[in-house]
């Protein structure tokens, strides 16, 4: 599975940004796909998740309420739309792929196989 991640850019406070995630190779039916956000000198942090054929999802508390994970089947891609984006939304955003995910494991990278190359979202005060 190759993942393409893109829409970052520089924002301001309060803005709206949405993120695309196009995935190519194998059928994503059984899979996974997970936003992931890494800040200068911070770990790599779980932001949402969705499962391709159930449509389940799941977020980080951080995020409820602000960001939508969706996903596109025809188009292979996975959406993350960021509403009232905050200055601490600030990081690079990579989107990743795994099979068999459980629902507890959809937060933790390590459960994720295939991951994109990160796209820079930059929120400004």
């Known amino acids: 599975v190759q993942l393409q991640a893109s829409g970052g850019g520089l924002e301001q406070a309060g803005d709206s940004l949405r993120l695309s995630c196009t995935a190519s190779?194998?059928?994503?039916?059984?899979?996974?796909m997970g936003w992931f956000r890494q800040a200068p000198g911070k770990e790599r942090d779980f932001v949402a998740a969705?499962?391709?054929?159930?449509?389940?999802?799941n977020y980080a508390d951080s995020v409820k309420g602000r960001f939508t994970i969706s996903r596109d089947n025809a188009k292979k891609t996975v959406y993350l739309q960021m509403n009232s984006l905050k200055p601490e939304d600030t990081a690079v955003y990579y989107c990743?792929?795994?099979?068999?995910?459980?629902?507890?494991?959809?937060?933790?990278?390590?459960?994720?196989?295939?991951w994109g190359q990160g796209t820079l979202v930059t929120v400004s005060s």
């Open positions: 990743a792929a795994g099979a068999g995910i459980i629902y507890s494991a959809y937060g933790l990278a390590r459960s994720y196989m295939y």
């Open positions: 190779g194998r059928t994503l039916s059984s899979y996974v």
């Open positions: 969705i499962k391709w054929s159930s449509g389940t999802t």
